[in-house]
C-alpha cells in the first residue's frame, strides 16, 4: 500500500508554478490587473482556461467574454488570484482520474463552486480578503493527492473498507505519518503561496488541535462547505463523499448561520 | 457505497447531507446487489456523520432496508443519532416506524449473534411498557443479562453510575425484528431460542448460515432451548431430523432442552432421538455437568471422535492461502511477512504464552479453517491501521484481529473463485489465549507455516 517513500516520490514530481503564472499572479497581488493579461495571454493553455471558466453559467455572463483583459477586470484582483491558483491545481489534476469516478469538467466546477460560495461565506463572516479568498483553492489538492496515491490501491481499500469505515485520510495517516493535508501543504510551499492559505487549509480537516481562532473559524467553515459539496449527486457518485472523515462535532456551533449562507433549500429536495 | 460488514451487522456510513436529491446516488445498483447478498443478520445505516437529513433522503435507504428485511428475514434500521436526531426520526415516522433504532452501534451489537461468549449487563428503558420487555427478551434470549428500569425517575437514578453497565440503552426502538431465532455463546456451546408452534417456518426463522459458520469454526454442541415451545408439525420434524444428520458430518451433539410433549406427538421425539438429538429437562443438566458437557462436545471439540484430514484439493490450493495472508499483512503494514517453514502436523506452538489466535472458516467446494497465532505486540502492529496508535484495549485489538483475518478470508474467497471453487467464509473467532484455541485444534492435523514478520514469528496454519 501506500508508503512514504511512494509520497516523497510524489511531492518531489509537484512542478513548479510555471513562470508566466507566476508572473501573472504577481502582476494581479500589486493589483495591476493590465499587466497581468497581457502576461497571461501569452500562455494559451491559461488564456483558454480562463476563457472557458468565466464563460461557465456558474459565473453568469450573459454574452461571450473573450478579451483577457476585460475578463480579468471582470473579476478583479482577489478572484483573478483565486482562479489563477485553481488553474495551477488543474496542471496538477490527473487527465483520467483513478480512484473517484471523476471527469475533469466535473473537478472544475467542483472548484468553481467551492469557490463562489466561499467568497459568500467570506463576506458574511466579514473576512473577505486577498488570500482568504484564495484559500480555498487549494482545498482541492488533497482530492487530487489522494487520487494519485491511492488510485493503484483501488481493490486493497476496498477489502479494508469491507470490514471498517476508514476514510483515505487515516488510512494514509496510520500508514506513513502524513496526512492529505500535510501534502496540501508541501504543495502550497512548492507554489509559494502564502503560509495562511496552507494553515486554513490543513486546519480544514477538523483534525488540528492547534489553530488561532480567526484561522479556525475559516477552517470550519471550509470543513463544512466540502461536505456540502462532496454530498451533491456528481461528487457522491465519484466516490468523493467518503474520502475524509467529516467531523460533525467540529462544524455542529455553525450548522445553522450555514444553511442559511448557502440558502439550503430543503422544499425541492 | 458499500455496507461495511463487522460480525453479523452491515452498516452504510453516509457524510455530510442527505435528502432525497442526492440520497438516490449513495445507493448504485451493484451497492444493492452487493448488500443483498451479505450474510448477514442485520443491516444499518449509520447516522453518525450526517449533518442534516429530510425524510425523502432517509427513505431511499429505508426502501431498500426494507426491501432485504422482507426477503431475508433479517433485522434493519437506523443507528448512530443524537437525541435531536431521535425525535426528529419519530416526527417523519411516527406511529409508522417500522424498522428498527438503534442509539449506538454497540447497542445495536446486542440484539445479533455472535461468535462470543460473553454476557453483558445493560441498563435498558423505554416509555414504551411493550418495547421495553421485547427488548428485554431479546437481549436476554442472545444471552445478555439487561435491568431494566420500570421508571424513567429509576433510570436517571440508576444511569448515575455508568460503570455498573455495558451498555446504557435508551431512545432504541425494536422495529419488525428480523424474527431470526435468537442465538447466543455458553462456553464452547450455541444455544438457540425456540418459542410457540414450530412449522416450516423454522427454515426461515433459523438462521442456516450462522449454523454453518459456527460447525465450520469448530462449535460441535447446539443447544434448543425449547421451554416456550407449544407444539410443532411434520415440517419443523423433518427440519431438526436434518440438521441433525449434518451436524452428524461433524460430529456435532443436538439437544433439546425444556421440550414437553403435551401437545407434540411422542412419536416425534422417537423420530427425533434415532436422528441423534437428545433431550434434557434442564439447562442446568447439560450445563453445570462437565462430563456430560465434555462428551457432547460442549468443553472443546477435542472430543470429536474423529477429526477430519485434509484433502489433496485442499493442499493444492494452500500457495493461495499464504499468498491472501502475507499479502494482507503488506497491505496493512508496508512490511514483509516471510515464510520460514512448512509442514503437514499438528497444531505446535512453541511458546503459548502471550499469544493472540484467531481463526476464520470456510465451506461450499471446498471446506476447512485458517488459523492465525500471533505474539500480541506482532497482532497489535499488523492492526495498527485498523485501531489507530498505541490502542492497549485487549477487546479493541482482538475486534481488529477478527477484521483482520476476515480481509484474509475475503481474499482467499476471491482467490479460490477465480479458480472456480465456490465458498463462504464464516465469521472470524478470535482467541485472547492460546490454550482455548488448543482445545479446539491440537489434535487437528493441518499445514503449519512459520513465518516471520518485524523480527518475530507468527503462525499459519490450515486445517480441516
Known amino acids: ?269 | 457505497m458499500r455496507a461495511t460488514v463487522k460480525g453479523r451487522i452491515a452498516i452504510f456510513h453516509p457524510q455530510g447531507f442527505l435528502d432525497g436529491n442526492n440520497a438516490p446516488s449513495f445507493l448504485t445498483i451493484d451497492d444493492i446487489k452487493a448488500t443483498e447478498a451479505l450474510n448477514i443478520d442485520m443491516l444499518l445505516v449509520s447516522l453518525k456523520k450526517v449533518i442534516f437529513f429530510n425524510k425523502n433522503g432517509l427513505d431511499v435507504f429505508i426502501r431498500l432496508l426494507d426491501s432485504i428485511r422482507s426477503h431475508k428475514h433479517i433485522a434493519v434500521g437506523l443507528c448512530d443519532y443524537d437525541s435531536a436526531k431521535f425525535a426528529t426520526i419519530n416526527k417523519f415516522y411516527g406511529s409508522t416506524l417500522t424498522f428498527s433504532l438503534f442509539r449506538t452501534e454497540k447497542i445495536a451489537e446486542l440484539f445479533v449473534p455472535s461468535n462470543k461468549n460473553d454476557s453483558k449487563t445493560v441498563l435498558l428503558y423505554n416509555e414504551d411498557a411493550s418495547q421495553r420487555s421485547a427488548m428485554a427478551i431479546e437481549l436476554f434470549d442472545y444471552g445478555h443479562n439487561p435491568v431494566i428500569a420500570q421508571s424513567k425517575k429509576e433510570f436517571e437514578e440508576k444511569k448515575q453510575n455508568p460503570d455498573l453497565y455495558y451498555a446504557i440503552i435508551e431512545e432504541t426502538y425494536l422495529g419488525l425484528f428480523g424474527q431470526k431465532i435468537a442465538t447466543r455463546v455458553t462456553g464452547n456451546a450455541i444455544i438457540y431460542t425456540i418459542a410457540n408452534f414450530l412449522d416450516a417456518e423454522i427454515t426461515d426463522t433459523f438462521n442456516i448460515a450462522y449454523h454453518n459458520n459456527s460447525l465450520n469454526v469448530g462449535f460441535r454442541l447446539f443447544i434448543f432451548d425449547a421451554y416456550k415451545v407449544v407444539s410443532m408439525n411434520v415440517h419443523a420434524l423433518n427440519f431438526f431430523t436434518k440438521l441433525a444428520s449434518s451436524a452428524a458430518e461433524y460430529n456435532a451433539s443436538i439437544c433439546f432442552v425444556g421440550l414437553t410433549f403435551e401437545k407434540t406427538p411422542i412419536t416425534f421425539k422417537n423420530d427425533l432421538e434415532d436422528a441423534g438429538i437428545m433431550f434434557f429437562d434442564q439447562m442446568e443438566d447439560i450445563l453445570k455437568n462437565k462430563e456430560l458437557l465434555q462428551e457432547l462436545g460442549g468443553s472443546s471439540a477435542t472430543s470429536s471422535k474423529h477429526t477430519r484430514t485434509l484433502t489433496k484439493a485442499l493442499i493444492q490450493e494452500l500457495p493461495g492461502f499464504i499468498d491472501a495472508t502475507v499479502s494482507t499483512i503488506a497491505m496493512m503494514t508496508n512490511a514483509q511477512a516471510l515464510k520460514e517453514a512448512m509442514n503437514i502436523q499438528t497444531l505446535e506452538i512453541k511458546n503459548p504464552q502471550n499469544q493472540y489466535a484467531s481463526s476464520i472458516g470456510f465451506y461450499g467446494d471446498l471446506d476447512g479453517m485458517i488459523i492465525l497465532i500471533f505474539p500480541k505486540d506482532i497482532a497489535k502492529k499488523a492492526c495498527e491501521l485498523l485501531i489507530g496508535e498505541e490502542n492497549e484495549d485487549e477487546e479493541v485489538i482482538l475486534d481488529s484481529l477478527a477484521e483482520f483475518v476476515n480481509i484474509i478470508g475475503g481474499r482467499a474467497k476471491a482467490l479460490l473463485g477465480e479458480k472456480k471453487h465456490r465458498v463462504d467464509i464464516t465469521l472470524p473467532r478470535t482467541y485472547a489465549n492460546v490454550d482455548s484455541l488448543l482445545e479446539m485444534a491440537q489434535h487437528k492435523k493441518g499445514v503449519q507455516v512459520d513465518l516471520r514478520f518485524e523480527g518475530s514469528n507468527f503462525i499459519f496454519f490450515l486445517t480441516r
Request: glycine residues 4%; proline residues 3%.
Open chain 1, 1 to 269: 500500500m501506500v508508503n512514504q517513500e511512494q509520497i516523497l516520490r510524489y511531492i518531489q514530481n509537484i512542478p513548479p508554478a510555471p513562470f508566466i503564472v507566476k508572473q501573472t499572479l504577481d502582476y494581479v497581488r500589486v493589483g495591476d490587473l493590465t499587466k497581468a493579461a497581457k502576461c497571461a495571454e501569452e500562455d494559451p493553455a491559461l488564456k483558454f482556461y480562463l476563457k472557458t471558466l468565466v464563460n461557465r453559467p456558474i459565473y453568469g455572463f450573459r454574452n461571450e467574454v473573450s478579451d483577457l483583459a476585460q475578463i480579468f477586470t471582470i473579476l478583479g484582483i482577489s478572484t483573478a488570484q483565486q482562479i489563477l491558483y485553481n488553474y495551477l491545481l488543474t496542471l496538477l489534476a490527473p487527465k483520467n482520474w483513478g480512484l473517484f469516478h471523476l471527469k475533469t469538467q466535473q473537478f472544475y466546477d467542483l472548484q468553481a463552486s467551492l469557490s463562489r460560495k466561499w467568497v459568500k461565506i467570506l463576506s458574511h463572516l466579514g473576512l473577505l480578503t486577498h488570500d482568504t479568498e484564495s484559500a480555498i483553492t487549494l482545498l482541492p489538492a488533497s482530492i487530487i493527492v489522494c487520487d494519485a496515491l491511492f488510485g493503484e490501491y483501488k481493490s486493497e481499500v476496498e477489502q479494508l473498507r469491507s470490514v471498517k469505515a476508514l476514510d483515505y485520510n487515516t488510512i494514509l495517516y496510520r500508514l506513513t505519518k502524513m496526512s492529505l493535508f500535510d501534502i496540501c501543504t508541501e504543495i502550497g510551499q512548492k507554489w509559494e503561496l502564502p503560509p495562511a492559505i496552507s494553515r486554513i487549509v490543513h486546519a480544514s480537516s477538523g483534525l488540528d488541535q492547534e489553530v488561532d481562532e480567526k484561522e479556525k473559524t475559516l477552517a470550519k467553515w471550509m470543513h463544512l462547505l466540502l461536505f456540502y459539496e462532496l454530498s451533491q449527486n456528481a461528487y457522491v457518485e465519484a466516490g468523493l463523499n467518503e474520502f475524509i472523515e467529516f467531523q460533525i462535532e467540529f462544524v455542529q456551533d455553525i450548522y445553522e448561520s450555514f444553511m442559511q449562507v448557502v440558502e439550503y433549500d430543503e422544499s425541492d429536495r
